[in-house]
């Protein structure tokens, strides 16, 4: 079955980097559009990242700090993350990525996730 796997998360201070892994199984992540998500305590799930094929797309909130890119002979979606700023602090989640840019949020996909904590 398909399976999502994250990993790379943890506590940094603000400015620092952290570069997020999704290993998926089951499934070739290079046929489908693949989203990096998050989750901030209080909050509803929101859409990070998208990669469709080679392009790229961000949220307004992370862009030209975050890239997303796949490896897709070894099946990993990852995720850069630079300059992170404590609003950042979420856990953050891969799964595909409807053609609608919508959340998947009834996906039976969602991983355990990966914490990640800036501290300002």
């Known amino acids: 079955q398909v399976q999502f796997v994250e990993s790379g998360g943890g506590s940094v201070q603000a400015g620092e980097s952290l570069t997020l892994s999704c290993a998926a199984s089951?499934?070739?992540?290079?046929?489908?559009?693949m989203g990096w998500y998050r989750r901030a305590p209080g909050k509803q799930r929101e859409l990070v990242a998208g990669?469709?094929?080679?392009?790229?797309d961000y949220a307004n909130s992370v862009k030209g700090r975050f890239t997303i890119a796949r490896d897709n002979d070894k099946n990993i979606l990852f995720l850069q993350m630079d300059s992170l700023k404590p609003e950042d602090s979420a856990m953050y989640y891969c799964?595909?990525?409807?053609?609608?840019?919508?959340?998947?949020?009834?996906?039976?996909?969602w991983g355990q996730g990966t914490q990640v904590i800036v501290s300002s």
């Open positions: 089951g499934t070739q992540i290079r046929n489908f559009r």
């Open positions: 799964n595909f990525l409807p053609l609608d840019d919508e959340i998947p949020r009834d996906s039976v996909y």
């Open positions: 990669i469709t094929n080679s392009v790229a």
